[in-house]
Structure formats: structure tokens, C-alpha cells
Nanobody, 115 residues
Framework: QVQLVESGGGLVQAGGSLRLSCAASGRFFVLNAMGWYRQAPGKQRELVAT???????EYADSVKGRFTISRDNAKNTMYLQMNSLKPEDTAVYSC?????????WGRGTQVTVSS
């Protein structure tokens, strides 16, 4: 079992920055790919960014150049640095991680960007 807990969300003005964290705990040796997703009210959940165990990253076009995903394998923690935030970035941000062939999810953290 793997537990994921997100933190770092909040209210920020447009143009501001936030750093989200996703801390993993439980009985596992290594987490494989990890990712951030978001869901805005009335919209489907969408991919924000992913990162492999080796550090390879992918981003949604809407966040390229503004968001940076990273992970600290020693701390079992993944991060999402979000800069130049826009009102359309407002959503619940959730993290996931693959372990033992299973995909685990956190409960999410709210990010609200005011104009």
C-alpha cells in the first residue's frame, strides 16, 4: 500500500507562484512514474506533468515553461513548482504514483488563482 498526501495549495494572485508537494509513505521499495493532474469545476481531470523514476519529464502544453516537476527519491516526495499562475490554472491538483503495478492517488489540494 502507498499513501500519497499533497500539500502547498492555496490562494494566489495571477502572476504568482506556488509549490506543491506530494509525499509518499507506506510499504514500497521504489516508486515508478509519478504525476500531477488537475480538475477544474465542471471539467474533466487533465494531465499536468509526469516524471519517471529516472527524472524524465513531460508537460501539458498549457503549463510548459511555467511549471516544473521534480522528485526527491530519497524523501519519496514529488514537487510541482508553478510560476506565472493564471486564473485558468484554478483546480484541485492531485498526484499519483505507480508501485507494484498499481496506480495510487492522493486526495488533492486546491489551487485558486485570482485575477
Amino acid at each position: 500500500q502507498v499513501q500519497l498526501v499533497e500539500s502547498g495549495g492555496g490562494l494566489v494572485q495571477a502572476g504568482g507562484s506556488l509549490r506543491l508537494s506530494c509525499a509518499a509513505s507506506g510499504r514500497f521499495f521504489v516508486l515508478n512514474a509519478m504525476g500531477w493532474y488537475r480538475q477544474a469545476p465542471g471539467k474533466q481531470r487533465e494531465l499536468v506533468a509526469t516524471i519517471t523514476n529516472g527524472g524524465n519529464t513531460e508537460y501539458a502544453d498549457s503549463v510548459k515553461g511555467r511549471f516544473t516537476i521534480s522528485r526527491d527519491n530519497a524523501k519519496n516526495t514529488m514537487y510541482l513548482q508553478m510560476n506565472s499562475l493564471k486564473p485558468e490554472d484554478t483546480a484541485v491538483y492531485s498526484c499519483n504514483a505507480q508501485a507494484f503495478g498499481v496506480l495510487y492517488w492522493g486526495r488533492g489540494t486546491q489551487v485558486t488563482v485570482s485575477s
